[in-house]
């Protein structure tokens, strides 16, 4: 079986000098390997074609046979590495936390340790008969949550 790490670095080897970077690479037990890569202006038919090319030439099909799929990372796919919430910094997220809890603002933005959302709310303000407008920044460690993903509005 080829290996999902083996991948990885080839992966990340093709998309050197690049703007692009590696999502995920997923390997299955029949050799089937899935490759998810993204980038800032998004990723064009062209640059998967490349990669996969990358790949395929630097593995040995008559050692292994193997199927490849290289793809960008999905819209409506949680996101799986801290440059999909750079690059996502300003828009609108979902985020589902491991209690079942679920949140919806503007990413902020990210870091190794987590990620901050800006909320807003309508809130009953004491001495005022209308619920007011509340913005408040909420932070979240990536271990407080089960997926984010972006809103996609048309």
Same mark, same amino acid.
């Given at each position: 079986?080829?290996?999902?790490?083996?991948?990885? @670095?080839?992966? @990340?080897?093709?998309?050197?000098?690049? =703007? %692009?970077?590696?999502? #995920?690479?997923?390997?299955?037990?029949?050799?089937? /390997?899935?490759?998810?890569?993204?980038?800032?202006?998004?990723?064009?038919? &062209?640059?998967?074609?490349?990669? &996969?090319?990358?790949?395929?030439?630097? $593995? #040995?099909?008559?050692?292994?046979?193997?199927?490849?799929?290289? &793809?960008?990372?999905?819209?409506?796919?949680?996101?799986?590495? $801290?440059?999909?919430?750079?690059?996502? %910094?300003?828009?609108?997220? #979902?985020?589902?936390?491991? =209690?079942?809890?679920?949140?919806?603002?503007?990413?902020?933005?990210? =870091?190794?340790?987590?990620?901050? /959302?800006? *909320?807003?709310?309508?809130?009953?303000?004491?001495?005022?008969?209308?619920? *007011?407008?509340?913005?408040?920044?909420?932070?979240?460690?990536? =271990?407080?949550?089960?997926?984010?993903?972006?809103? /996609?509005?048309?």
């Amino acid at each position: 079986m080829i290996a999902a790490s083996h991948i990885r @670095e080839l992966t @990340e080897k093709a998309l050197e000098g690049t =703007d %692009a970077f590696l999502v #995920d690479a997923h390997v299955t037990p029949m050799n089937k /390997i899935t490759v998810s890569i993204d980038r800032k202006g998004g990723i064009s038919i &062209s640059q998967c074609v490349e990669v &996969s090319r990358f790949i395929e030439k630097s $593995l #040995d099909r008559d050692a292994e046979d193997f199927e490849l799929e290289v &793809s960008s990372a999905g819209m409506d796919q949680p996101f799986k590495v $801290l440059k999909q919430y750079l690059k996502n %910094a300003g828009r609108e997220v #979902d985020v589902k936390l491991k =209690d079942g809890k679920k949140v919806n603002g503007i990413l902020l933005g990210a =870091d190794e340790n987590g990620f901050s /959302i800006k *909320q807003v709310t309508k809130e009953r303000i004491e001495g005022r008969k209308a619920k *007011q407008t509340v913005e408040t920044e909420v932070r979240f460690g990536y =271990d407080d949550i089960k997926e984010t993903k972006l809103v /996609i509005k048309f």
